[in-house]
C-alpha cells in the first residue's frame, strides 16, 4: 500500500459494526523481529509482516545496512550476509532513532556504531538512558559529543543487567545483542510483553539459547553465530483491542479471527464489566454490544500484563460515550494525552487533572468534527470516534495512523463503517 503523507479520512458516523475480521499480524512484534534478523548469517524469511508504515520504514534502514531484502506479498526474505556497517551515515542514524533496538542487532556484526541522541516525540521524552546503561554494564563503551553517540562494543562481555525500568525496547536491545555475546547475561527487571517473548521465540529458533522469556529475570547463553530461519509474528493485540472497542462503542457483532484473547484478557475484562457480551475461544473472539455501556469507575495502564498503554487513548473515547464517570491514569508514558482537545472538540467531557490523569465524564453522543491526529494511537482514537460521531468527521495527519494500522478504513468498512482516505 503506498500511504501518502497529505491523506486524511472522512467518516459519516452511525453505522453499527458487523461481521468476522483477522487481525494484523504485530507492529510490535515485526520490527524487533526484522531487526534481528541482521544478527543471523543465513537467510531469514519474516512472513505476513503487516503493511505498514513503520514496517515499510524498518526495510529502507535494513536495505540501507546492506541487507539485501526481496518481497513477496507481505512476505520479506533478507538476506544480511553482506552487510556494510562502515558507513552508517547520519540520516541513517535519524531513521533509526524511531528503531533504537535495532542497536543490539548490529552491534553483534560491527564493533561500533554512532547515533544521534533521540529526541522526545509526543507521548514523551522517550530517553535511552537505560539502553545505554545496559549496553554499558556489559562492557560497551560509549561517548557523546554533541548530539552523537558512539558505542563500541570491542570489549564487550558477557554479564548482569538490571532495568530501572522494564523498558520493552532496552529488552530485545540486550536480549539480541547477548545472543552472541561469549557466556551468561541475565537481564533483571526485563520487560514481560507478548512481543518480546515473540523475539525471543524467534532468535531460539535461528539457534539462540534464551530461558525467562516473558518473566522478570531472561537468561541468555551467547551462541557463536545464528541460523537463518522462517517465522511468522503474532498478531498485533492494540489493533484486536481497537476493532474490539470500535465495536463496543457503535454497537454490533464482530467475530475476530485473533488467537492470544490471553494477551487482551484486562481489556477482556473491562468490556464484559461495561456491559459487552464476550465470547472468547482458541481463535476467535465474539463481541455483541448495543452500544449502551456503562462507565467502571477507574482505568490504570501499566507494563505488561497490566492495561496496555496502547490502548489508553482507546479507552478514553470508549469511556468518553458510556454512562458515568471514570478516572484514567497513565503510568507508563509522561504525556499520553495529547487526543484529548481533539475529542472535546467533538463534545466529549474529558477533563485532564494532572499529566497522568484524566476525568472522563460520558456523554450520549459526540458531533462530526474536523480533527488533527497528533500520533498513533491518539489517531486511532479518533476514528472510533467519528465512527460513532452524529454527522461527518474529517481526520488529518493519517499518515501517523498508518504507522500502525494496515489500512485502518478497510479495517472498517469491511464491518460496514461508511469511512474512506480522501
Ligand atoms: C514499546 O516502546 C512500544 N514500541 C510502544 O508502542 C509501547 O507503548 C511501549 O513499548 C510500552 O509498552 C515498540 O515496541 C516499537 P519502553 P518503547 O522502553 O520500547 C521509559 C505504539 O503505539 N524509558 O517500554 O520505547 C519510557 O520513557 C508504541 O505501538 C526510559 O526512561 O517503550 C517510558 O516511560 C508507542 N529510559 C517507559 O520507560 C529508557 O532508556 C516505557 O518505555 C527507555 C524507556
Given at each position: 500500500m503506498i500511504y501518502k503523507y497529505e491523506d486524511r479520512l472522512k467518516i459519516r458516523g452511525g453505522s453499527r459494526l458487523n461481521g468476522e475480521i483477522t487481525v494484523q499480524t504485530s507492529k510490535n512484534a515485526c520490527l524487533p523481529i526484522l531487526s534481528a534478523s541482521?544478527?543471523?548469517n543465513g537467510v531469514v524469511r519474516i512472513d505476513?509482516?503487516?503493511?505498514?508504515l513503520d514496517v515499510q520504514n524498518m526495510i529502507e534502514i535494513l536495505t540501507e545496512l546492506g541487507v539485501s531484502v526481496r518481497k513477496s506479498d507481505n512476505d520479506y526474505i533478507l538476506d544480511s550476509?553482506?552487510?556494510?556497517?562502515?558507513?552508517?551515515d547520519f540520516n541513517l542514524c535519524k531513521t533509526m532513532r524511531s528503531s533504537i533496538f535495532l542497536l543490539g542487532a548490529i552491534l553483534t556484526r560491527c564493533d561500533s556504531v554512532m547515533l544521534t541522541t533521540p529526541g522526545g516525540c509526543n507521548i514523551g521524552e522517550r530517553p535511552i538512558d537505560i539502553h545505554l546503561k545496559a549496553f554499558k554494564k556489559l562492557g560497551v563503551t560509549i561517548r557523546q559529543m554533541g548530539e552523537y553517540i558512539f558505542l563500541n562494543a570491542k570489549n564487550a562481555h558477557a554479564g548482569k543487567v538490571k532495568l530501572k525500568l522494564p523498558s520493552v525496547g532496552a529488552t530485545e536491545n540486550i536480549v539480541q545483542f547477548a545472543s552472541t555475546l561469549k557466556g551468561k547475561t541475565t537481564i533483571y527487571n526485563a520487560a514481560r510483553e507478548p512481543e518480546v517473548v515473540d523475539l525471543c521465540n524467534f532468535l531460539s529458533k535461528m539457534g539462540a539459547k534464551i530461558i525467562?522469556?516473558?518473566?522478570k529475570k531472561i537468561t541468555i547463553y551467547g551462541v557463536d553465530r545464528l541460523h537463518g530461519t522462517e517465522y511468522t509474528p503474532i498478531q498485533d493485540r492494540i489493533v484486536a483491542g481497537t476493532i474490539l472497542c470500535a465495536v463496543a462503542i457503535t454497537g454490533g457483532n464482530v467475530r475476530l479471527k485473533y488467537s492470544n484473547s490471553i494477551q487482551i484478557r484486562k481489556l477482556i475484562e473491562i468490556l464484559s464489566r461495561m456491559g459487552c457480551q464476550i465470547d472468547v475461544k482458541s481463535d476467535i473472539i465474539e463481541l455483541t454490544s448495543d452500544g449502551n455501556l456503562h462507565s467502571i469507575a477507574k482505568v490504570e495502564t501499566g507494563y505488561y500484563?497490566?492495561?496496555?498503554t496502547d490502548l489508553q487513548s482507546i479507552m478514553l473515547t470508549l469511556c468518553a460515550l458510556v454512562h458515568g464517570e471514570t478516572e484514567i491514569v497513565e503510568r507508563?508514558?509522561?504525556?499520553?494525552?495529547?487526543?484529548v482537545p481533539e475529542l472535546v472538540k467533538m463534545g466529549a467531557n474529558i477533563e485532564v487533572l494532572s499529566n497522568r490523569r484524566v476525568k472522563v465524564v460520558g456523554v450520549d453522543s459526540l458531533s462530526g468534527a474536523c480533527l488533527q491526529a497528533k500520533e498513533l494511537r491518539g489517531g486511532a482514537s479518533l476514528v472510533l470516534a467519528g465512527l460513532r460521531a452524529k454527522g461527518e468527521t474529517i481526520i488529518d495527519n493519517v499518515h501517523f495512523i498508518d504507522r500502525g494500522y494496515e489500512q485502518i478504513e478497510s479495517m472498517f468498512t469491511s464491518l460496514g463503517a461508511d469511512i474512506e482516505r480522501i
Open positions: 541482521i544478527i543471523s505476513s509482516c503487516p503493511d505498514i550476509r553482506s552487510l556494510n556497517l562502515n558507513h552508517l525467562g522469556a516473558g518473566t500484563p497490566d492495561f496496555p507508563v508514558f509522561e504525556s499520553r494525552f495529547l487526543i
